[in-house]
Structures are given as C-alpha cells and as structure tokens.
C-alpha cells in the first residue's frame, strides 16, 4: 500500500506559482499512476491532473489546463505540480493519491493548503 504527504501549499497573490510535492512510502511508488485533486471551500473534492507510472501520458481538468503541469519522480517516489498564474478561485486544500483514470485508489492525506489573494 503507498501511502502519500503532500507539502508545499501557501499563501500567493494573483499570478503567482507554487509548487506542490507528494511524497510517497510504501510500496512501489513507480508502478502506481498518481494524482491530484482539489476541494475549495463549500465545494466538492475535484480531479485536477495524473500521471502515467512512466511519466508519460497526463491528463488534466480544463480548469487548470495551460497554467498547470504534473510531473513525477519516480527515484525519489514524489510526485509535483507545478501551478503557475494562480488564480484566486485556485484557492483550496490539495491531495494527492494514486489513481485509476481520474478516481483516486487510496485513503487521503491531510492535504496542504493553497490560498490565492487577488
């Protein structure tokens, strides 16, 4: 079983970039495709990108698509997005979990917050 941590959530204005990390333990980090999601105040938990186990093949919700990027290391069992022109409505904590297709697998982290002023 993986078990995954997110950091690298904090407090942006408007057009900023933050880059989150998921650091895995467990089992093989590199044959599990891997995943983020988002859940705003008020609002549902949604999909926001994944990964292929090789790296390869990403998938992206329209929201962020063309200001987000997904990408993994799988040497050092982390996965990253990378999220630039921040917007406020990105406002929200994040998660990370292995994935199949856009449905997550495992039980979730604590997440790490992401506040975006305007």
């Known amino acids: 079983q993986v078990q995954v941590g997110e950091s690298g959530g904090g407090s942006v204005q408007a057009g900023g970039s933050l880059r989150l990390s998921c650091a895995a333990s467990g089992r093989i980090f590199s044959t599990y495709a891997m995943g983020w999601f988002r859940q705003a105040p008020g609002k549902e938990r949604e999909f926001v990108a994944s990964?292929?186990?090789?790296?390869?093949?990403?998938d992206y919700a329209d929201s962020v698509k063309g200001g987000t990027t997904i990408f993994r290391d799988n040497a050092k069992s982390t996965a990253y997005l990378q999220m630039n022109s921040l917007k406020p409505n990105d406002t929200a904590v994040y998660y990370c979990?292995?994935?199949?297709?856009?449905?997550?697998?495992?039980?979730w982290g604590q997440g790490t917050q992401v506040t975006v002023s305007s």
């Open positions: 979990n292995a994935v199949l297709g856009r449905n997550p697998m495992l039980d």
């Open positions: 990964i292929g186990w090789r790296g390869v093949n990403t």
